[in-house]
């Protein structure tokens, strides 16, 4: 689960990480007025900055910085009057319903650091690089070794001296050295506690010198969080951050009714029961040339009802040219997937293409079923195997 940045700034906050204050507003007025109240309380630059589940903000123009309220409103106004696209988006680009409204801090330097899962090396991993900002994905691939990775201990987490080693290895001295140490500790001991999968800060800045501050001061401008799904029933105050205008809806309304969904680019809807057989069925399909238009998982248990669901779900997506059923029933019974296309047919109306392969229990009352109900529909085939199903639509879509 992905939260949102003005959120995430408030978990670092409360883990005692330095973070500039900012008020999350949904108006370009709120906008106007948040900016006053920092301007009022002597701060001469302010940020406004768009609240999506997306990065890559900055060189979208999502993020801006601002001299005066007035300038605030129209940066606002812009912001939520346009849907944002950058690389982390699809292409149409995300809807902005939010704003964070924040004193602007001076840069001298801008690092990324951030803790996450390394699959490769099967360990919690801090990250690292003087170069962050907006072009760390850049360095990534064109300098890795400008990326520094310290592996965290299974138990024990990031030690003290790898902390400080990092840091040092960032150029960091003196007061700004200790200052983010003490963030990338809190950060590792803070992605421990709360099952997280990604925390990221990009960039965590260096402040330049003040009479007050003379070496300068740490401050994490921008942060991600990315929170472990399975673990989120003992995070109940990380659930409740939960934003359901940010995800798919298509998606979100399969969860509902215990439908695993995921939304592709494809034009073949695929209704499976099993993460495996629809991971088979996904790749058969592109062999043939073509692409699935999502990712649907009916598991064993689902009742017709919910199967009728997830037809509609599939038959709403106006990309989808052809549907692809696929059904070895063990648990599942292939009478029921039988009747939830009948059913499918009337409520909703197949009007593309469909190939419909089962096999398993019960399959000799569902191919009656089916065989009964051919009328009603037409373009319907039956496909004896895998292959021949994936042959058939791709050659109906084609
Ligand atoms: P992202 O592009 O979505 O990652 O958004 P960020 O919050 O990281 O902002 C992008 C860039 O805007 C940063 O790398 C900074 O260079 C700049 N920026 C963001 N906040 C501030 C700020 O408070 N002061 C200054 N001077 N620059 C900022
Ligand atoms: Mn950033």
Do not use: W
Not at 241 to 246: C, I, M, Q
Not at 272 to 286: K, Y
Not at 389 to 394: H, M, V
Request: net charge negative; proline share 5%; with cysteine.
């Amino acid at each position: 689960m992905k939260i949102h940045e003005f959120q995430a700034r408030q978990l670092l906050a409360d883990a005692g990480i330095p973070v500039p204050p900012g008020t999350m507003v949904t108006s370009a007025a709120d906008a106007r007025r948040a900016a006053e109240s920092i301007f009022g309380a002597g701060g001469r630059l302010v940020v406004v900055k768009a609240q999506v589940h997306a990065g890559g903000r900055g060189k979208a123009g999502f993020v801006k910085l601002v001299k005066s309220p007035e300038e605030a409103f129209e940066a606002a106004t812009f912001m939520l009057g346009n849907r944002m696209v950058s690389p982390q988006t699809p292409p149409e680009g995300l809807e902005v319903r939010r704003l964070l409204v924040a004193e602007a801090v001076d840069i001298e330097r801008e690092f990324y650091v951030a803790i996450t899962v390394d699959r490769a090396r099967r360990t919690n991993t801090l990250i690292a690089s003087a170069e962050g900002g907006v072009e760390i994905e850049h360095v990534a691939a064109t300098r890795p070794d400008a990326i520094i990775r310290v592996p965290l201990h299974p138990v024990d987490g990031l030690a003290p001296f790898q902390a400080r080693d990092a840091a040092m290895a960032l150029g960091l001295r003196g007061k700004p050295l200790v200052q983010a140490t003490d963030v990338m500790l809190r950060l590792a001991a803070t992605f421990r506690k709360l099952d997280a999968s990604l925390l990221e800060i990009n960039p965590l800045v260096l402040m330049p010198g003040t009479a007050e501050h003379p070496q300068g001061r740490i401050s994490a401008v921008d942060a991600k969080c990315t929170f472990d799904d399975n673990a989120l029933f003992r995070h109940k105050s990380i659930a409740e951050l939960f934003d359901p205008s940010e995800e798919n809806p298509a998606e979100l309304h399969a969860a509902e009714h215990g439908l695993s969904y995921v939304a592709l680019d494809g034009n073949i809807g695929c209704l499976v029961n099993g993460a495996g057989l629809a991971m088979s069925t996904m790749d058969i399909i592109s062999l043939h040339g073509a692409s699935p238009a999502n990712f649907l998982d009916v598991g064993g248990s689902a009742s017709e009802e919910a199967v009728a669901e997830a037809f509609r779900i599939i038959l709403s997506d106006s990309k989808v040219k052809g549907v692809l059923v696929n059904i070895f029933g063990g648990i599942m019974q292939c009478d029921r997937i039988a009747r939830a296309i009948v059913g499918a047919a009337e409520t909703v109306g197949f009007k593309v293409p469909l190939v419909v392969r089962l096999e398993g229990t019960n399959v000799d009352e569902a191919r009656r079923i089916l065989e009964a109900a051919r009328e009603r529909i037409p373009m319907m085939q039956a496909a004896t195997d895998l292959t021949d199903a994936a042959d058939r639509i791709t050659r109906a879509v084609a």
